[in-house]
């Protein structure tokens, strides 16, 4: 089975290994994004799949857009029997979809419909979810829309951050991959339409949803600091500089007796504790101060003389 393979970031990367690893499957192509400037010396960087790829020698395409009519002779001569999709970054228009004899298929991570969109992992996490997993699809003109044909759901553990748990979802996706192409090929396989009624979005995570709220409870500024690390991360102020936040754990204490009324006060600095909303505390484990390393939250008290009766979360400006 002639296989083009079409992914960007390491989340695709052990899909792309089983593919290639697998005999049944022939990777006759891989299109991944350009390669992009990054680092202070802005040095022309090739995606992960890219690097990957070429270890397998496997030809690479990073065109610019797919409507590209030239683009599409290309994928037309190479005649797949499936298009593969994983983390891309890049809509495929019709006329592409309908190239590949069994299809286009698309590797998503998360249980679909639920969490349709660019950054389905760190949204669960941030919206306290216990659970999430992979989901393989046929895909259409949709956003995430098409038929569904296997999934595999994952526990999200208590403090996993949306870093680590990517890493562990990109394990079961590749697995799952080679399920669902197996499947398809024997014609043990049922399609499955997504019920809209249970949809939801998970837009591109940004700096705009990084910044904390202190008068949420500590349990929700748990999940959007796990969420959003590595990135953008989370993040406060302290002393009119910006604060990152890598790693918190939240604490089943009071916070007594700042009650009600002193959000984002500095409640202990040994360790280091943040009253929240609801009477709730939470414990700052990893920080980055603005213009310094990343650090231990005990390393950060020590460098800035930290007193409890300071405030986190003054307004960035």
Avoid at 32 to 38: F, G, I, L, V
Avoid at 167 to 187: F, N, P
Avoid at 302 to 316: A, P, T
């Amino acid at each position: 089975m002639k296989v083009v393979f079409m992914g960007t970031p390491e989340f695709a990367v052990p899909c792309l290994k089983g593919l290639a690893k697998a005999s049944k499957y022939d990777v006759i192509a891989v299109f991944t994004q350009p390669d992009k400037p990054k680092g202070r010396k802005f040095i022309l960087t090739p995606p992960p799949v890219k690097i990957c790829a070429e270890k397998y020698d496997i030809p690479v395409f990073q065109p610019a857009t797919l409507k590209d009519e030239n683009v599409i002779s290309i994928l037309k001569n190479l005649n797949p029997d499936f298009i593969i999709v994983v983390a891309y970054g890049k809509i495929l228009p019709k006329k592409i979809l309908d190239i590949p004899t069994y299809g286009c298929i698309n590797v998503h991570a998360s249980l679909l419909p639920q969490y349709r969109g660019a950054a389905p992992i760190g949204w669960a996490i941030v919206n306290g979810e216990k659970k999430t997993g992979i989901t393989t699809m046929y895909m259409d003109e949709g956003l995430d829309t098409g038929d569904v044909l296997l999934q595999s759901e994952v526990d999200i553990e208590k403090d996993e951050t949306e870093g680590e748990l990517r890493e562990r979802l990109s394990h079961v996706g590749a697995s799952l991959l080679i399920k669902t192409l197996d499947c398809i090929c024997e014609g043990e396989i049922e399609r499955r339409k997504q019920d809209e009624s249970q949809s939801s979005y998970a837009p591109i995570l940004s700096k705009a949803h990084a910044l904390i709220d202190w008068k949420k409870h500590a349990n929700e500024i748990h999940n959007l600091v796990r969420g959003l690390n590595p990135w953008p991360c989370a993040m406060t102020t302290y002393a009119g500089k910006t604060l990152k936040i890598y790693k918190t754990e939240q604490l089943e204490i009071a916070a007594e007796p700042f009650l009600g009324k002193n959000c984002g006060y500095i409640k202990n600095i040994s360790p280091l504790l943040v009253v929240c909303g609801g009477g709730t505390v939470i414990k700052l484990i990893e920080v980055q101060y603005e213009g310094k390393k990343r650090m231990a939250a005990s390393d950060f008290i020590n460098g800035r003389k930290l007193d409890f009766v300071e405030q986190l979360g003054d307004k960035i400006t």
